[in-house]
């Protein structure tokens, strides 16, 4: 009796080993939150096509875009624990808590790994006075509140997070410049143009088109190191002496309750496309800030994202929820 | 002049070719299909672009979207559906004119006119692109308030007989705009808890739920009872008379340059640019009382202008790397993932690039008028299919056409809404158009009002002071008050009229 229960259970063991090494046996769907055509899109194809080429079977990416992306964030855990449906978070999942836009927050989502970061930096038109960024915090701090306006990114959004932070970690008041709010950064840099506004927060790639058109220049890059394709432009730190990371990123999430082999199949599918050749080639020509980590950096990094979200919304006063 | 034949090599490529064929046959089959636009022809061609030559891609993009601008046009002539938003403005005029015979003057005359259109705005894209840029980077939240504004006033235009109707019509349109996540703040505004309502109404679901569905619900209360009227006289030559044409020259022109500025402008597209010419023809028009009941003039200017809409919208888009419409949008991201950054140096980087895109774009525009015959044709037959099956037919494309903008089934609840209730509404004479209007300029005039006000710290003078923001003030505030000083100024004629007579 005993012999038989333990073959049976080496039976249902091994068959259940066997179940494990054959993910994935059908068709994985990858949920983008944001419209097809856009930057999330094209980085969440390029992978998918990579994945493909990993996993033997094909990567479907479906956009469900709209809400800011909180409907196709909330599929993205609402969706069988298979292993079979994934999502491509990004930054933007760590504000719906603190928005008071649902109850997901940063921490529920099950980290796969992390592709992409793009770093803000601090554009000003080409006719302004400010020379560097210390001298922009001088007069932002010098001038009642209001006096000068950014734009370039909607209220609550990753690049509006980053440089509320950025004048925290500097020692001026979050609120002291008005936000105008645009969808993206092309209006912005065009309100900017326009001689509307005197800042655009968005990413240097962003920015590239009004560079050479000297319609704006980048003062200052929130980012460890200076980014390789624009060698002129100073960190954070270097411009201010106080070191000061911010921007918006993407990667690819699950549901929590994956089983644990289907999800480390998954991250080294993730993190071995993200390191490809091709992969980092494309994310160059297209100017995203390429940084591959693993689940478990992903997951660190998640949860501090939800406490550094919550407390800049709490100071810019757009959050819902207390801290 | 020698970039125009490094040009002109890069377009006369077998691949290059054979790619402009395929996706005009795609183009025009997504544009006649209700609810499939022209943006959304153009995103489901982006895996495919994705792997072609940089030329490949972009003639793939800009043919497709010619085609299916012109396409949108055939359903709204033969079904009172238009295929495309682009399309809505005109499609009652198009369907009466078919009505009563007279295929070429409504669908021949919206596709030469379409041709023309693109040609038109082609040219003035290759010889007017930095002037017309450097005119459209002026524009900041004010102008984009006015003009927004200027369009939402235009629906009184476009209103029909009964203008209290159409105000109401409109007011609908603006409430539903104003559903879900507040702008500035973030709010949630009317969402009542619906995570999916905090995406807003979709505009697409809407079109086709305002124009597909409630036409739908009229034919199926219609059944049996007036099956014989059902037949749609579709007889006549696909082509207008070269009299009918030449009489039109001035609705075309105006058509195609309004089309073209309109659609310079970042961020306004064909729709709006058919809308605006649609309301102007009018003022303009031999018989304006035609408008809305069969209008061949009607259909000149607003044919023309949504074509030409697409010329014009590349120009911020290669100026500026600033997208025109949402098809653009999708054209600098190609651009830029096959190594071309749009901006002012591509005119001198890649001019070869720059004029092959002028190729195309004639090109396309030429290639259009016999495939649009074609289409003409075959939307001749696809119309003599018995209504029970066609019917079915078009509400699986229509449901398919709004699931397919965001794959979300909620997106049915809100074509169904709005199908019953538009449907109600043309019942009793309230016309739809507006409703459409509202919804889509409501959210440009709100956003830029708050932009504005935000920027300029509540100060009202600055709507004003800047040039081009107070000549869209002041002429918006004329449109407004014409109704009233004309009424004023013939009652005071009419009280000294009689006196002078005796």
Redesign the interface.
């Known amino acids: 009796m005993l012999k038989k229960l333990a073959t049976s259970a080496i039976v249902l063991a091994i068959s259940a080993g066997a179940a494990m090494a054959e993910f994935p046996e059908k068709p994985i769907t990858l949920i983008v939150p944001w419209a097809a055509g856009g930057g999330t899109d094209a980085v969440a194809r390029i992978l998918a096509s990579g994945l493909e080429k990993e996993l033997g079977v094909s990567v479907n990416v479906v956009n469900k875009p709209g809400g800011g992306s909180v409907i196709g964030h909330s599929e993205m855990l609402t969706t069988n624990p298979d292993g079979y449906t994934l999502g491509f978070g990004t930054a933007e999942l760590s504000t719906f808590y603190w928005a008071g836009q649902s109850e997901i927050k940063a921490t529920d989502f099950n980290p796969i790994a992390l592709v992409n970061f793009d770093s803000g930096a601090f554009h000003v038109p080409t006719s302004s006075d400010w020379t560097d960024v210390a001298a922009a915090l001088e007069e932002i701090k010098a001038q009642p509140a209001g006096t000068f306006k950014v734009s370039g990114t909607g209220t609550g959004a990753a690049y509006h997070l980053a440089f509320a932070g950025f004048l925290k970690a500097n020692g001026v008041d979050p609120l002291a410049v008005t936000l105008v709010p645009s969808q993206g950064a092309a209006p912005g840099f065009q309100e900017l143009a326009a001689g509307g506004i005197d800042v655009v927060l968005s990413s240097l790639p962003e920015g590239m088109a009004m560079m050479q058109a000297e319609k704006s220049k980048p003062l200052a890059v929130f980012s460890e190191e200076r980014i390789a394709a624009f060698p002129d432009v100073p960190t954070a730190e270097e411009a201010t002496g106080k070191p000061f990371a911010g921007g918006t990123w993407r990667g690819v999430v699950g549901p929590q309750g994956l089983d644990p082999e289907v999800a480390k199949t998954l991250e080294d599918a993730v993190v071995k496309v993200g390191n490809s050749e091709e992969f980092v080639a494309f994310m160059n020509e297209k100017g995203f800030g390429l940084r591959v980590r693993g689940s478990e950096a992903f997951g660190e990094f998640l949860a501090e994202q939800h406490v550094q979200v919550g407390s800049i919304m709490n100071d810019l006063g757009i959050a819902q929820r207390k801290e | 002049m020698t970039a125009f034949f490094d040009g002109l090599t890069l377009v006369m490529q077998a691949d290059v070719l054979v790619t402009i064929l395929i996706s005009a046959a795609f183009g025009l089959f997504v544009g006649m299909v209700p609810g499939l636009s022209a943006t959304m022809a ?2 489901l061609l ?2 495919v672009a ?1 792997t072609l030559s940089p030329v490949a891609a972009l003639a793939t993009i800009i043919t497709c979207s010619a085609m299916a601008m012109f396409a949108g046009d055939i359903p709204a002539a033969f079904l009172r559906i238009p295929g495309t938003p682009a399309s809505a403005a005109y499609t009652y005029d198009m369907n009466d004119l078919v009505r009563s015979g007279r295929l070429g003057d409504a669908l021949g005359m919206s596709l030469l006119c379409s041709a023309t259109g693109g040609i038109l705005g082609a040219v003035i894209l290759m010889f007017g692109a930095p002037l017309l840029a450097d005119f459209a ?6 102008e984009y308030f006015w003009l927004a504004l200027l369009g939402l006033s235009c629906a009184t235009l476009v209103a029909g007989d009964d203008a209290l109707k159409g105000w109401l019509s409109l007011t609908i349109g603006l409430f539903l705009s104003v559903i ?2 507040d ?4 709010i ?1 505004r009317y969402t009542f808890g619906v ?6 109404i ?1 505009f697409i679901s809407v079109m086709i739920g305002a124009f597909a569905l409630s036409e739908l619900f009229r034919k199926a209360t219609g059944f049996g009872e007036k099956q014989a009227e059902a037949r749609l006289g579709i007889s006549g030559a696909p082509l207008p008379r070269m009299r009918t044409l030449w009489d039109q020259r001035n609705h075309i022109a105006r058509g195609g340059v309004i089309g073209t500025l309109i659609g310079a402008l ?2 306004a597209g064909a729709d709006i640019a058919a809308w605006v010419a649609y309301a102007v023809s009018k003022r303009f028009a031999k018989e304006p009382e035609r408008f809305g009941r069969g209008s061949v003039e009607a259909v000149a200017g607003a044919a023309t202008a949504n074509n030409a809409a697409l010329s014009g919208s590349y120009v911020p888009t290669l100026v ?4 025109g419409d ?1 098809i653009t ?2 054209v600098v ?1 190609v651009l ?2 096959k ?1 071309i ?5 591509v005119f001198v980087n890649s001019a070869d690039m720059v004029n092959a895109i002028y190729i195309v774009f004639l090109l396309a525009n030429i290639l259009l008028v016999p495939l649009g015959i074609a289409a003409i044709y075959l939307g001749r037959t696809v119309i003599s299919i018995r209504d029970a099956i066609l019917y079915p037919v078009i509400l699986l494309l229509c449901l398919y056409g709004a699931y397919a903008v ?3 089934t909620f997106e049915l609840w809100i074509v169904l809404a709005t199908g019953i209730l538009v449907w109600i509404m043309q019942e009793n004479n309230y016309p739809a158009a507006p409703l459409i209007l509202g919804l889509v300029l409501g959210q440009v005039v709100e ?1 830029n009002f ?2 504005s006000l ?2 300029a ?1 509540g100060n009202i003078i600055n709507f004003f002071n800047r040039p081009i923001a107070g000549v869209l003030g002041v002429l918006t505030l004329v449109v407004w008050f014409y109704p009233l000083m004309a009424g004023t100024i013939r009652r005071v004629r009419g009280t000294a009229g009689p006196t002078d007579q005796t």
Do not use: E, H, R, W
């Not at chain 2, 980077?137 to 004010?142: A, D, G, K, M």
């Not at chain 2, 500026?320 to 997208?323: C, D, E, M, Q, R």
């Open positions: 153009v995103a982006v895996p994705f980077i002026n524009f900041s939240s004010y879900g996540l702008f500035v703040t973030g949630q995570t999916n309502l905090q995406a807003g979709g970042p961020g500026f790397g600033i997208p949402s949008a999708i991201g830029i993932l190594g950054q749009p901006g002012p140096l965001s794959n979300n956003q708050m932009s935000i920027k710290d």
